[in-house]
């Protein structure tokens, strides 16, 4: 293994499987330090979110950090724990100013590009708006904002503008002003999976099948961005596509849920670029992705009160055996179907994540629908067990 990178979010296993991929030895802090993180490298799990980072970043060894998922909405908190270790990634002004909604609007039309408009209260029945939690993470909070909300916004949301379309989102590597794409990916949100939470996140496919305009004008999109913000490292860009348009909704300036799927298609270990880019400056050609190749992930969530036990797995083609082991060189990890494996005997309650499971196929139709069974596979083994337990 190669240097020790931290890997800081509320959930890290993507990540860390990234790092280890890329031929570094990850440390992880998070919420949960599933069963497969923890074989695969040390995994501290915290109590108390987000303030719990701080002192587990302190106690772990000195070596540079990232953050995932979640920590982009705590700026000073980001702050205070870069006087700690070194930070890989975006920090600072640029970190602070991407994360404003009405700046990056500003940023975007200045640029020439289409993004949602925000509630200014003028007319209440000019199309449909969305209510969205400012501190907001993976879709949670988001919903169809009602005559109460645009008579009195709720505090600490904003009211934006609904674009119906695909929701996708694209990723890029960035350094002294440039950026490369990485690919682009489909997103699977909660009315896609029947979940009541319409826009929870629930899993991406990719590669999206762009067209040469559309791959020309996301690059553009990306280079506007490093060069506005001054953004360094991976970042990733939620976007609605439409009929004949992009429709930038946000910025995640820091390595995305869509990552892993991108690198499976592609066979590049993007935190690699992500270190490059960061502390050298250095970024990678145009990545070229294979003819037939697909690869998606879901997350899945409980749909009742359920218990993770031993058997779980059975009757799928998934079995926590084949969690991988720590790697001995880059890409080296074997690509597993279910991630973010529970530990023995933890419950979940409804709405709440209980694993992630992959696919790969030919096609998009065909790794929805792989995704799908599994998912269907592991509820209804997880249906089972809470039914052969008195406590469940």
Known sequence: MGRRLIIVGASARAAAFSTARAGFEPYTIDLFADRDLAQLCPAVRIERYPLGFLRALAAAPKAPWIYTGGLENYPRL??????IRPLLGN????????????LLRAVLREEGFSCPSEWTGSDVDSGRWLVKPRRGSGGLGVRFATRDDL?????GAILQEYIAGESASAAFVTAGGLAVLLGATRQLIGRDWGLSPEFLYVGSIGPLDLTGAERARLAQLGEALARRFALVGLFGVDFVRTADQLWSVEVNPRYTASVEVLERVTDRPFLSFHVAACERGELPPPLNV???????????????QCLWGPPSLAGTDMTEDSIPPMPEGPLSVAWPN???????????????PIATVFATGT????????????????????AS???ADPAG
């Open 78 to 83: 980001v702050a205070r724990m870069a006087g």
């Open 91 to 102: 920090g600072g002004e640029s970190f602070r100013d991407i994360r404003n909604p009405r």
């Open 151 to 155: 008579a009195a916004p709720p505090h």
């Open 290 to 304: 294979p003819s037939g190749c697909c690869a998606g992930k879901a997350v899945v969530y409980a749909r009742g």
């Open 338 to 352: 279910i991630a973010d494996v529970p530990h023995i005997g933890q419950r979940f309650l409804v709405g709440q």
């Open 363 to 382: 096609n998009p139709d065909d790794v929805q629908s792989a995704l799908r069974q599994r998912e269907a596979a592991l509820l209804a083994s997880l």
């Open 385 to 387: 067990t809470r039914q």
